[in-house]
């Protein structure tokens, strides 16, 4: 199955108009109808995620449906790098603060969830730095 009649299967399984699903993504629905029509193939990572926020459907989903899972893979090595303490060890700090999506338990965490946690983690091991 083709990315846009994936995208309009989502959005009819969550019972969206094209309108409203456009909106919850912050695009234009003629733009969305495009994607889902195969009008435009292309649909950029920043779109995806997008798409991802307003079908409330996991980015790497949609990722590796759009087939930018290699992409995706080298951006997340390049940009994490900064994370690792060893070999099998990441900061969760910056996990935390970067751009990238971070779930818990197959559920994307929002800005305010990420913060939320950075908090509780800082007034818990306030001292331990």
């Known amino acids: 199955m083709d990315f846009g009649r994936h995208i309009r ?3 009819k399984s969550k019972n969206l108009s094209l309108r ?3 909106r919850r993504s912050n695009m234009s629905h003629p733009y969305l109808s495009q994607i889902e029509t195969g009008k ?3 649909p950029t990572p ?3 995620k997008k ?3 307003g079908l409330n459907v996991p980015y790497m989903q949609l990722m590796e449906m759009a087939g930018y899972t290699d992409y ?3 951006i997340a090595e390049s940009s994490w790098s900064d994370t690792l303490l060893d070999n099998n ?3 969760l ?3 935390l603060k970067d751009d990238h999506s971070l779930y818990y338990n197959r559920s994307l965490l929002s800005g305010d969830d990420k913060e939320f946690l950075l908090t509780i983690l800082e007034r818990t091991f306030r001292n331990t730095n």
């Open 9 to 11: 299967e989502l959005r």
């Open 20 to 22: 409203e699903a456009a």
């Open 40 to 42: 435009n193939t292309n």
């Open 46 to 48: 920043n779109i995806i």
């Open 51 to 53: 798409l991802s926020a």
């Open 72 to 74: 995706y893979d080298t």
């Open 89 to 91: 060890s990441r900061d």
């Open 93 to 95: 700090y910056f996990l």
